[in-house]
């Protein structure tokens, strides 16, 4: 299974519609894979909101409508693991198909703040979680209070996560926050949320759209690899969250990194899903790039730079890149291909192999997958 062709728009507080978002990442995706829609046997598209967010759910259905297919379309939900859900899902159906389209979509901006944390505290336990008014945040600063507790400070590396993410991404001129001046001052300055937890520790509200052409053969040089692409899922509530480390995302690093017959260490360049920048330094320890309570002093020492041992979230992340939910993982794709194509311009790394963590909740479900180059 190969990725032939990807596509996509900016992403941040956009003034397109769903449809127009769709429209764009599509094309592109086709224009770069040099293929004709009438050869594209099916389509996946990842979303989590547009029913709360726009009112309109039957995507699938939408996008036939827009792009005048009667392909089978599917639609998959998996809150900020839909990208991955969705092409985990989608690589399925080439025992039946040589080309489909994985898409992902959302629109995010136009909801007001507390609207939006509704829609999102959707996607955990209504008992446990949302009668508490448990939301994502409240769960982030959690985890940082109880890593503090068994490991020692955090708050400096956490800092130091949030400016190399806000570094690449002003190499990246499709980041939400591209052209964004971001020092340590600034973020240690930033406005606690919650607990410690401060603004430049979490993503952004995004809107935006990337697609992905998948094919069963090879079709040229650009064509890159999917080695494996394996999954897990764990509870739904944050509360049952066992604290410093993410069973599921254990389990599906795992299993992708068997089913690919590759270390940690084969890896050349990850994109981790730093939700909240807690969230990056755990899984740091949770694939294996070091012991239990040792990723601070990776993050100390640099290591996960641009130019260190094993570059992290070169595209921004989801801190700098943005996290228009649908869409991400799908993203974290599309710049592991960016990379093992040697197409990065000024963030650039020395890159064969890649591996994309994208997960939903903390941790509901969770998607590994593992790409390599010619
Ligand atoms: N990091 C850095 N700066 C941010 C930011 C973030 N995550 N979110 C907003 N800003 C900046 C804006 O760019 C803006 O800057 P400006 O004044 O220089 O233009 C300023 O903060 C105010 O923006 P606004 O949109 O009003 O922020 P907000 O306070 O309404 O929202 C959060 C901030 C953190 C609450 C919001 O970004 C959020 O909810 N993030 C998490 C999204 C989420 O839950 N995703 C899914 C789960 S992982």
Redesign the pocket.
Known sequence: MYISGIGRTKFG?LDMTLHEMMVESVQKALDDSKTDLKNIDAIFVSNNLSGLNQGQLHLNSLLATILKLDIPIIRVES??ASGGVTFYNSLFSLSKFDNILVLGVEK??AL??KE??TN?GT?SDKKLDQKQGF???AG?AMIIERYEKKFGNVMDELALI?LKN?NNGNLNKNAH?FG?E?NLEKIKN??K?VGKLR???????SDGSVSIVVSKNKKDKRSVKIKSCEMSTGPISLSLNPGTSMPAVKKAAKRALDAADMKITDIDVIEI?D??TI?ELITMEDLGLCKPGKAPGMIRKGKTKLKGAIPVNTDGG???NG?P?GATGLAQIYELVTQIRGEAGKRQVKAKTGLAHNIGGMVGSCVVTVLEGN
């Open positions: 507080k809150t900020c995010m901006s007001s703040s939006l944390s999102i996607t939301i994502f945040p982030a949030s806000h926050f964004k971001v930033s406005k949320l603004l430049y520790d979490c993503s952004p509200v899903h939700g909240y969230v989801l801190k700098a996290h939910i």
